[in-house]
C-alpha cells in the first residue's frame, strides 16, 4: 500500500505547529536585577503571544480540517484496495478450473494440444495419473515473438480433476521436460499473480536451503523453521523476519 501524499502534509504542517508552539513558549531571558523594569516592558511581549497563540488556535483549526479531509482521502484508498481485492476474487474463482504451464520449448506443442498435456501429465506423474481425466481445453499464450518458451493454459471440465492433478504435482521437486524447468500453477488474476511471484526469489532461497514453504491463498508465504509455521503477507515482511529465523536456527 502506497502511503497518501496527504499524510505526508500533515507530517510537514505537524513540524510547523511544533516549532511555531516551541517559539511562541520560550521563555524571555531575564537578567538579575531586573525584574521591575521587565514587568514594565513585557506589555508588548505579552501581546505578541496573545497574537501567537491565536495564530496557533486557526492552525491547529486548520491542520484539524486537514487532517480529516486526509482520512477521508485515505479511506477511499482502502476502499478502492478492497474493491480491487474483491474483482480480483472473483477473476480467481471464474479461472479455478484452470492451470498455467510455463517453460515449455517453443514450437514443441502437437497439432493436439490435449494430447500434447495428457502425455506430458503422463511423465510428470507416472503412474499416479490417469490419462482420462476430463480437460475442456488447452491453449497457448503468445508471448514475444524472440521467447524461447511457451505459455499453456489447461482448463479442466472439473474443479477435482484441477485439485486431484495439482495435488499429485505438489509433491515433484522439479518438473523438467527437455532440459527445461516447467512450473505449473493455479491460474490466478494477474493481481493475484503478482502478488505470488513478489515471493519468488524467497522461495529460491528457501529450496536451496531445503526449507519446507507453500504458498496459500490468497497470497501469504507459509514456511516451516523446526517445527515452527511462520506466514507472511508481503515479501518486505518475509525477508526481514527470515533472515533472523534462519540465522537463530543456525545457532541452535
Do not use: W
Amino acid at each position: 500500500f502506497i502511503q497518501p501524499e496527504g499524510s505526508i502534509t500533515v507530517y510537514a504542517n505537524h513540524l510547523k505547529l511544533e516549532k511555531a508552539l516551541q517559539s511562541a513558549l520560550s521563555p524571555t531571558p531575564r537578567e538579575p536585577g531586573t525584574s521591575a523594569v521587565i514587568e514594565v516592558t513585557a506589555s508588548p511581549t505579552v501581546h505578541e503571544s496573545r497574537n501567537d497563540l491565536s495564530e496557533l488556535k486557526l492552525m491547529i483549526a486548520e491542520l484539524k480540517q486537514e487532517i480529516k479531509n486526509d482520512n477521508k482521502e485515505i479511506n477511499k484508498y482502502y476502499a478502492q484496495d478492497k474493491r480491487e481485492d474483491k474483482l480480483a476474487a472473483l477473476e480467481d474463482g471464474c479461472r479455478r478450473n484452470k492451470i498455467r504451464i510455463e517453460g515449455f520449448p517453443a514450437n514443441r506443442e502437437s497439432p493436439n494440444p490435449v494430447k500434447f498435456i495428457a502425455e506430458l501429465f503422463s511423465k510428470i506423474i507416472v503412474e499416479d495419473f490417469k490419462s482420462d481425466t476430463e480437460k475442456a481445453e488447452v491453449y497457448r499464450i503468445r508471448g514475444l515473438n524472440n521467447s524461447k518458451h511457451r505459455t499453456f493454459i489447461v482448463r479442466f471440465e472439473k474443479l477435482q480433476s484441477n485439485l486431484n492433478v495439482m495435488s499429485l504435482l505438489r509433491q515433484k521437486q522439479e518438473i523438467m521436460f527437455e532440459n527445461n524447468l516447467i512450473c505449473i500453477f493455479l491460474d490466478f488474476s494477474p493481481s493475484t499473480a503478482t502478488k505470488c511471484a513478489s515471493f519468488y526469489n524467497i522461495k529460491q532461497h528457501l529450496r536451496k536451503a531445503d526449507i519446507r514453504y507453500s504458498l496459500l491463498y490468497p497470497a501469504k508465504l507459509k514456511v516451516e523453521i523446526q517445527g515452527k509455521h511462520y506466514i507472511f503477507t508481503s515479501r518486505e515482511e518475509a525477508d526481514k523476519e527470515l533472515r533472523k529465523e534462519i540465522k537463530r536456527a543456525s545457532y541452535l
